[in-house]
């Protein structure tokens, strides 16, 4: 599914193009050439910790070394903002023999038709256990 086509908003704007090519990078790690201007800045926040870089490549290797693994995205929401969009989802992969998960927020900025900065908000990553116990801990009212 594309962001723009699970969204509370719909946007059929390059804004919601460029979140339909971020989505598929973060499932298939295929770099698109465009997505990001060439001083992108990233802010990326984790439970415990808190990265930041400059550039497309640094972009790109934030991602692809802190999460080699490919999966599959599910976009909860997606909303144009007055700089660019904000994109909310969550992520299931693989990896070893876990089943992994994790909830994201990203507030994409544009400038140009590309992506300027990233502001990711992670919940970090729950491996099988984590995801049992707060199956067994909390009931919620929407999936």
Do not use: N
Request: net charge negative; with cysteine; charged share 25%.
């Amino acid at each position: 599914m594309s962001a723009a086509a699970g969204t509370a908003v719909r946007m059929d704007d390059g804004h919601a193009v460029l979140a339909d090519r971020l989505v598929a990078w973060l499932e298939t790690g295929g770099r698109p050439g465009d997505l990001f201007t060439d001083d992108v800045f990233v802010d990326l926040s984790l439970p415990q910790w808190r990265v930041q870089g400059q550039g497309a490549d640094t972009a790109f290797g934030i991602r692809e070394d802190g999460h080699p693994h490919r999966g599959r995205v599910r976009v909860e929401a997606l909303d144009r903002t007055s700089r660019g969009f904000l994109l909310q989802f969550e992520e299931r992969w693989s990896a070893g023999a876990q089943q992994w998960y994790c909830r994201e927020l990203i507030h994409g900025v544009v400038r140009d038709g590309r992506i300027a900065e990233l502001s990711i908000y992670c919940t970090g990553d729950w491996d099988e256990a984590v995801q049992r116990r707060h199956a067994g801990d909390v009931s919620l009212l929407r999936p």
